[in-house]
Every structure is written in structure tokens, then in C-alpha cells.
């Protein structure tokens, strides 16, 4: 059973004894009223009428007619609302580090950047949705609440009224024709000084939620923090999991939360090795006030774990999770990435964007001394026991992973499954389970007597009708798609002026894996994909030179709904 499950039978037998319970109600309702037009007293037989002065006075009393309920569930409509996507924090090593060492063995860089891409599609007047950027903080409600903290951030485009927010959707511009419009951002150090998490908001337009997608960027040549990372910025959530974590020697794993909304956050944390669920404490009751930012050193909680996952649960506010993950390989470093939350736990997890050296290549890279990397895939089960089986999909079809596609997982446990074998290319990776898992997939990056970097990408949902992805400006981005089932997809580039690339189509066939070099424009900052059909799965491969490598989902934009089902009844 998975966690939530039981509360979910539980609202259900609810819901079932209230609809009996209601339908009691109103059948003897009825027969009351049946009743009442039996026995009515009439005068002389006939109900007797007087007027008078216009007025009309009865001795009969008419039943009256029993008003028409209508007990089923129908949305109450709701106001539109603001977007919010957190971005991940500059990867950074804990407290106590020595700032004045050498470059060469300092656990900084000389040369760290750090910058966030927001990229923004108008409606069909060509309008776009306001959207500012903030960072975060580390004590709860330093700028006097996120409304505040907001009006002091940076505004990348200009509120629109509220009447175009919440307004009719656009059909067209002003003169009849429809028009689309983009914008593009790139803010450097997003998260300040600090190097804290930031806060894009994007609002609505037309009663809808404004189409948008952030995503933050690191990159650094030197230090122990040596590599490139490009994380999606996620919507805040009251429930996540991550896998991907390790924290065995040499490997720092640092957990950090973010609290964006205007309500304090309660959180509980349960984390999973490979035997299961890990005996912790110090792992519930976290409290998180408005816009508070709190990091947490994983090793601490759960040492020596080569695979580990997290479960993020909160009350209260709404928060983002993200797990800062890097390692040493004695002084040479071995790579830094930021994990963020998978898809929903389930029997089939998708991870699109899996990069993979070539066995040659990591051979050169293991010659090394210290050095022990590979490519892998990380799996958790959330609940009963399972046995999961990996499948590798390339632009060839199906490639082989040798005996070792099939790992057994103890009851909400974690195992890995090593891709090693897989010739050099851009993959998705397919995990089939019996009982709901996550997974988070990982690939290595680069070269003889020079650092080694890593990617960690998280499982995804299915692509939605219209979505739009954010892409750095470090590196050369490729889009791999996935179809579970054949599909096309439309796909258009903005560049860094929010100007439009031509619209492009893909076909994907059933069980195939598509990657596609997104260069047709100038430094590209963000590509629109739309589809009419279900099963397709998309993600994003960042590579830097030899050695920098990244990669992150496409996820669907944050959901806003244009009502929620009331039920009116007993």
C-alpha cells in the first residue's frame, strides 16, 4: 500500500456512508410530503378562496413543492492564482570550510557562477504574465512575509490588471488576429550573497495559469566544487520524494528546504536505505516559518548509504525540497548535480535525458587513482517489497545492460542498477516494478587527469498539452523524448531576445527514444512543446567540454485548476 493510501480508503468508506446517509434523508423527505397531500383539511370538501382588497385568504393549505436537490459534485469556481517555482540554492559545502587554502585543494572556486533563466509565452493578445524573482531566506519572515519579499524582488515583466488576469481567456490581439509573444530572462545570482534558493512567480492571464518555467544554473572550473549543474525550479508541494542521495565516504549529500508561502510549515521527514526505512531522529516536527530556508547535512542522519532516498512531508505551508549532491575522489573532484523531487511513486517510472560515456571512456576515467564512478539508476520502493527490472532505450532501440537489469528491493528499501555497459549516447531509462517505486537516474562525464562531473535526473510525468522549458545559457542543451506509446510533438525555440524559432514536429514511435539538438537559434533560453497525444516523456541533457554535465526533467507547469468540486448535501 502506498503512503496516503489508506487515508484515501479511509475518505472513501466516509464519502459512502454520507451518500447513504444522505439518501435516507431525502427518500423519507419525500414520503413526508406524500403524506402531507393525503391529509390536507379541506372546507365543505372544496378549498375555499376569499379576495380581498386584492389579497387572497384560503382555508386550504397547498403542499409545497418539494425543491430539487442536485447532490452531485459540481466545481466551485475559484480565482486563478500566482504560480510560484522555487530554485534549487548554489551548491555549497557545510559550514567550517577554509576560504584562504590553495584554489587547487579549496573547497570553493575561483570562478563560480550561478544564474537562473526565466522564460515566459503570452496569450493569444500577446500578452505576458507579470513574474518577479526573490531570494529566499534563512529566518522565517526576514522581508515581513513572501508579500513583501515579493514587492522587493525583481520584476522581470509588469503585472497585467486584474481583469486580464482573471478575465476571459485572449482569443485574439486587438486588431482580430491572434498573436504570440515570448519573453526571456537571465538573472545572475539569483539566490544573493548567500547563494540561497529564489522564488519565480508568474501569474495568471485569462483565468488560467500563465505559461512559464525557471530553471538555475552552476558552473564552476575549479575547487571541490568543480562541474555544471541545471536544475528545473519546482512548485512547491505538501508531499515529495528524491532518490538519488548517497552518503557514503567522500560523498556530501545536504538536504535543503524552502517554506515560499505565507504560512509556517511543519515537515516530517522519513528516509530509506537499503534495508528500508531508517531510524532517525531529529527527522520530524521541523518547523519552517514564511519564506525560511533550512539545509540539513544527510550524512548526519543517515550515514554510509550508497543509495538513499527521502520522503518530504509537510503541514501547514507548502515546500520545495532539493538534495545538493557531491563527491571527492581523495583531491581530484569527482562531480557535483542537484536532485530534485520524482515523478508520483508508481509501477512504471520514465527518466528521459540519461547520458552515457561509452565503456572505453569510463575505463580511462577508473584508471585513475581514488577514482570509482558509473553510471547507475537509483531506485526506491515506497511501500512492499518488489522487484524492479531497468530497460535502456537509445536512438537504436533497446540496448543491452548485460545480467544486471533486474534488482530486488525490501519493503520501502533502495538498490541501484549499473549502466556501465551502455555504448556512448543519450538514453531513457524505464523502470517496471510490481509495487509503486521512484528512480532517479545518473550519469558521469569526463576525462583523464581532469575532474570528473555527474548528472542526476529524476524520474517525470507524461508531457502535458502546452509546456514550456527553461534552457541555460552554459553548455549545449539537447531534448530527449520518450513515447510509451507513438506521438508528435510541436516545438518552438525562444531565444534570448523572446523572439520565436520556426515551429518544429517530431514523431515519436511507440518505444522509441528521440534526442534533438536544440541549436537552431542563438543562444536558445527556453523551448515551447505542445501535444495532443498521451504516453510521451520528455528531459533535458546539459552538456560543457569535456567534463561539465547536467540534465533535468520536463515537467508538466504547475497545475491551476478553475475550480474545485463541492458536493451539496447531508
Not at 418539494?66 to 540554492?89: F, H
Not at 539569483?190 to 495568471?204: A, I, K, W
Request: net charge negative; proline share 6%; aromatic share 2%.
Amino acid at each position: 500500500m502506498t503512503p496516503g493510501s489508506d487515508e484515501q480508503a479511509q475518505l472513501g468508506r466516509g464519502a459512502r456512508k454520507r451518500a447513504v446517509r444522505r439518501d435516507a434523508v431525502l427518500e423519507a423527505y419525500g414520503r413526508s410530503e406524500r403524506r402531507r397531500g393525503w391529509a390536507l383539511p379541506t372546507l365543505g370538501g372544496v378549498g375555499a378562496l376569499l379576495l380581498v382588497g386584492g389579497v387572497a385568504y384560503g382555508t386550504t393549505v397547498l403542499p409545497a413543492t418539494p425543491a430539487a436537490l442536485n447532490t452531485g459534485a459540481a466545481p466551485a469556481a475559484l480565482s486563478a492564482a500566482t504560480a510560484q517555482y522555487v530554485c534549487p540554492a548554489a551548491p555549497r559545502l557545510p559550514s567550517g570550510a577554509d576560504e584562504a587554502t590553495d584554489v587547487d585543494f579549496s573547497p570553493l572556486s575561483s570562478d563560480a557562477s550561478t544564474e537562473a533563466t526565466v522564460s515566459l509565452f503570452s496569450d493569444l493578445a500577446g500578452r505576458l504574465p507579470g513574474s518577479t524573482l526573490r531570494p529566499a531566506t534563512t529566518a522565517g519572515d526576514a522581508h515581513g512575509g513572501p508579500e513583501a519579499a515579493a514587492a522587493s524582488g525583481e520584476e522581470l515583466t509588469t503585472s497585467q490588471p486584474d481583469d486580464i488576469q482573471q478575465g476571459a481567456p485572449a482569443t485574439s490581439g486587438a486588431d482580430g488576429v491572434a498573436v504570440r509573444d515570448a519573453g526571456a530572462h537571465r538573472v545572475g545570482a539569483p539566490g544573493g550573497e548567500q547563494g540561497l534558493p529564489s522564488v519565480v512567480t508568474v501569474e495568471p492571464l485569462g483565468g488560467q495559469a500563465g505559461l512559464g518555467s525557471a530553471i538555475a544554473a552552476y558552473s564552476a572550473s575549479d575547487g571541490d566544487l568543480t562541474g555544471l549543474d541545471v536544475s528545473a525550479c519546482t512548485v512547491p508541494s505538501h508531499q515529495q520524494r528524491l532518490t538519488g542521495a548517497t552518503t557514503t565516504l567522500g560523498s556530501t549529500a545536504i538536504l535543503v528546504l524552502t517554506n515560499p508561502s505565507a504560512s509556517a510549515a511543519t515537515v516530517d521527514l522519513r528516509l530509506f536505505g537499503a534495508e528500508g526505512i531508517i531510524d532517525s531522529p531529529g527527522t520530524s516536527g521541523l518547523v519552517l516559518g514564511p519564506d525560511q530556508t533550512r539545509s540539513f547535512v544527510l550524512g548526519g542522519l543517515a550515514p554510509n548509504e550508497e543509495n538513499l532516498a527521502v520522503e518530504v512531508r509537510s503541514s501547514g505551508g507548502a515546500v520545495s525540497a532539493s538534495i545538493q549532491q557531491h563527491r571527492l575522489f581523495g583531491v581530484m573532484p569527482g562531480g557535483v548535480d542537484i536532485i530534485t523531487p520524482n515523478a508520483d511513486a508508481s509501477q512504471r517510472q520514465v527518466v528521459p535525458g540519461v547520458s552515457s560515456p561509452g565503456a572505453d571512456a569510463l575505463e580511462e576515467l577508473n584508471s585513475q587513482d581514488d577514482v570509482d564512478v558509473a553510471p547507475a539508476v537509483q531506485i526506491a520502493a515506497t511501500g512492499s517489497a518488489t522487484t524492479a527490472e531497468v530497460t535502456a532505450l537509445g536512438p537504436d532501440g533497446p540496448a543491452s545492460l548485460g545480467s544486471g537489469s533486474v534488482v530486488e528491493l525490501a519493503a520501502n528499501g533502495t538498490g541501484s542498477v549499473d549502466l556501465s555497459n551502455l555504448p556512448a549516447g543519450e538514453y531513457t531509462i524505464v523502470v517496471e516494478a510490481d509495487a509503486p517505486v521512484i528512480a532517479t537516474a545518473r550519469s558521469v562525464s569526463g576525462a583523464a587527469e581532469e575532474s570528473v562531473d555527474m548528472a542526476l535526473t529524476p524520474s517525470t510525468s507524461e508531457l502535458a498539452f502546452d509546456q514550456l522549458v527553461s534552457l541555460p545559457s552554459h553548455g549545449t542543451s539537447q531534448l530527449v523524448v520518450y513515447g510509451s506509446a507513438a506521438g508528435t510533438i510541436e516545438y518552438q525555440l525562444v531565444d534570448e531576445s523572446g523572439s520565436l524559432g520556426e515551429t518544429q514536429q517530431q514523431e515519436v514511435a511507440e518505444g522509441d527514444s528521440v534526442t534533438l539538438d536544440l541549436d537552431d537559434v542563438d543562444a536558445p533560453a527556453g523551448v515551447r512543446i505542445s501535444t495532443t497525444d498521451t504516453g510521451l516523456f520528455a528531459g533535458v541533457i546539459v552538456s560543457d567540454g569535456a567534463t561539465g554535465l547536467s540534465g533535468y526533467p520536463v515537467t508538466p507547469a504547475a497545475a491551476n485548476g478553475t475550480g474545485v468540486p463541492v458536493r451539496v448535501g447531508y
